[in-house]
Structure formats: structure tokens, C-alpha cells
């Protein structure tokens, strides 16, 4: 487990090295997901794996955490690491953070049986809990910098550009 200091230690390294050189700042990073049969995926970044399915209401196995679990965790856990981050870096002490991310979902536009009804989520709740001898304003002001530098944050704030690119190949045969 990281102290504070060792968190902020590493935080100003890398501040200071993009500060200095921005392209070090520039970065592609690539996910490879994989689905056969079944609904199974095997999805890998760099050196990690993780198995994602949909449950058998979906035709799944229930093998993995679904599409949307996953985005909720990946939301949550930026959320909570980037508040930790910004409370070493700003030198707030924050013992504990626990994030909570709720959505709202209407099945009936991811099935495509409402055109109305949008496929994503329909709204998206916050609950940010923090333990911390801090004032309140400390807090809130770490929180307030964590949320408006927050990639995932900005990704629903902002939409980015979507660009889609198609291979189609005939099977390999067996």
C-alpha cells in the first residue's frame, strides 16, 4: 500500500515530465476483444485478461461481468483512484473512498424494441464517501479537480469521435 507522499512523489515525476516534454504525455493505448462461440469474451490490454459475458437472459453463460458491469467498475474505480490521487498531490489526507455508481437502463432500447427508448444509459448517479480529518471544502475541492480531470468523466461530459473500421474474412475451415 502507497503512503500519500509516495503517491504525490510519483504524480510530480510525471508532471514534470510531460511538462517537459508533452509528447511524452501522447499516448495510444490498444484493447483487443474477442468473441467465438457463445458470447464469451476474452478481452486483452497489454498484459492483462479479463473475461466479459452477458447473462443467459441474453443468450450468455454468465461466464463474466457484462459489457455494462464493466463500464460501471471502470467508472467507479477512476472515479476513486483519481480522488486519491488529487488528495496526495494537493496534500489532503483521505483514508478511505469508496465511490458508488448507479445507472438507469431501459432494456427496451438495447433490444431495439423502442426507437424512443435510448440503448445507453438514461442517467448516471454518483455517491462519493470519504474518510478524512480534511475540512470539508478540502474535500470537496479535491473531489471538484479529481471529477474535472477525470478521462471518464470527460468521456460522458464530451462524447468523443467514433471511427469504425471493417475486415471481413471467409471462415477459417476445419
Not at 20 to 45: D, F, H, S
Not at 112 to 126: L, P, T
Request: proline residues 4%; negative net charge.
Amino acid at each position: 500500500m502507497h503512503s500519500q507522499s509516495v503517491i504525490k512523489s510519483a504524480l510530480e515525476r510525471s508532471v514534470q515530465v510531460v511538462t517537459l516534454k508533452p509528447a511524452r504525455g501522447q499516448r495510444t493505448y490498444t484493447n483487443i476483444a474477442t468473441v467465438g462461440a457463445g458470447t464469451v469474451c476474452r478481452t486483452v490490454e497489454k498484459d492483462q485478461e479479463i473475461t466479459v459475458d452477458v447473462g443467459k437472459a441474453m443468450g450468455g453463460d454468465d461466464a463474466g461481468p457484462s459489457p455494462s458491469t464493466m463500464l460501471r467498475a471502470a467508472f467507479s474505480s477512476c472515479l476513486a483512484i483519481g480522488i486519491k490521487l488529487w488528495a496526495s498531490r494537493l496534500d489532503v489526507p483521505i483514508e478511505h473512498i469508496t465511490v458508488t455508481v448507479e445507472t438507469d437502463v431501459d432494456a427496451s432500447g438495447q433490444l431495439g424494441v423502442s426507437e424512443s427508448a435510448s440503448a445507453g444509459f438514461e442517467a448516471i448517479r454518483i455517491a462519493v464517501s470519504v474518510q478524512s480529518d480534511a475540512d470539508r471544502d478540502a474535500v470537496t475541492q479535491v473531489i471538484e479537480t479529481s471529477f474535472a480531470h477525470s478521462p471518464l468523466v470527460e468521456v460522458f461530459r464530451n462524447p468523443q469521435s467514433i471511427e469504425t473500421a471493417l475486415t471481413i474474412e471467409a471462415p477459417v475451415a476445419a
